[in-house]
């Protein structure tokens, strides 16, 4: 069986970190995700998508992402049925987020002016330049004369 879900898009609310009553943390988000098909004439269409984080992803999510940062999910997609205040029965569809990434620049992502910030890992600068194979000319190789079989 196979379940897998990934979607990209822009949270439509700030979320909230919630705990459960034995110390989990949980928070639950909408992330409005774009159609790539467009008619002519129409304005290009949206797709509201609930999703859940539990534990570390949620605390993530409710730390560095606010409404309208882009973020990537990756989750499987899940039911549940559940009873609204008037009796009826109703289906919840979900994602349950298994990883989740930033996709804007800093400045979308909201969190430039809070109190968290992230920061990508620097990276190593190049002590030398790498070598330029592809200057180099035909004349700078030559045939093996070599009759013994090759060792592999």
Do not use: H
């Not at 859940?52 to 560095?64: C, G, L, P």
């Not at 190593?124 to 093996?144: H, K």
């Amino acid at each position: 069986m196979l379940n897998c879900a990934v979607i990209m898009g822009r949270l439509v609310a700030d979320p909230e970190l919630r705990t459960t009553a034995s110390g989990i943390s949980v928070t639950s988000f909408t992330v409005a995700v774009e159609r790539s098909f467009v008619r002519q004439g129409e304005e290009r269409q949206a797709d509201f998508i609930d999703v859940v984080a539990w534990r570390q992803t949620a605390e993530f999510v409710s730390r560095y992402f606010r409404k309208g940062s882009m973020i990537a999910v990756q989750g499987a997609i899940q039911t549940r049925k559940y009873e609204d205040r008037n009796g009826n029965k109703r289906t919840a569809v979900e994602i349950v987020a298994d990883n989740v990434s930033f996709c804007g620049s800093k400045s979308e992502s909201g969190t430039s002016g809070g109190n968290a910030r992230y920061e990508e890992p620097a990276r190593p600068q190049n002590q030398s330049a790498a070598p330029a194979y592809a200057s180099g000319s035909t004349g700078d190789f030559g045939d093996i004369q070599d009759d013994d079989e090759l060792p592999f």
